[in-house]
């Protein structure tokens, strides 16, 4: 029984970091919240320039969480071993 989950669990490690589903849900993610925040705001306060306000910052934020994840996304582990070779640590962590 073991093995086949831990199979399943590795095939999901080896899946990309970054794909297209990401972005389809940031943007309406951010979008719905931050709408929702801003029309609970308006009609709890009695103004109306919040609900647009939370649109748009809904909008800025999924944007903003796409470029994190799929610009400054690491792209394999050969970058962490040079950046612990530049560290001063070997792949085995020892001290060169």
């Known amino acids: 029984m073991d093995q086949g989950s831990g199979s399943k669990s590795q095939s999901l490690s080896a899946m990309p970091t970054s794909n297209g589903s ?6 309406p993610a951010g979008v719905v919240v ?41 792209r394999s582990d050969s970058a962490d071993a040079q950046t612990e070779v530049h560290a001063g640590m070997g792949r085995e962590g020892k001290s060169l």
Do not use: K, M, N
């Open 22 to 27: 990401h972005i389809v849900g940031y943007l």
């Open 34 to 74: 931050w709408g929702g925040i801003g029309i609970l705001l308006d009609s709890w306060l009695g103004t109306s320039f919040l609900t647009p306000a939370g649109l748009v910052l809904g909008w800025v934020l999924g944007c903003y969480l796409t470029y994190i994840r799929v610009v400054r996304t690491p």
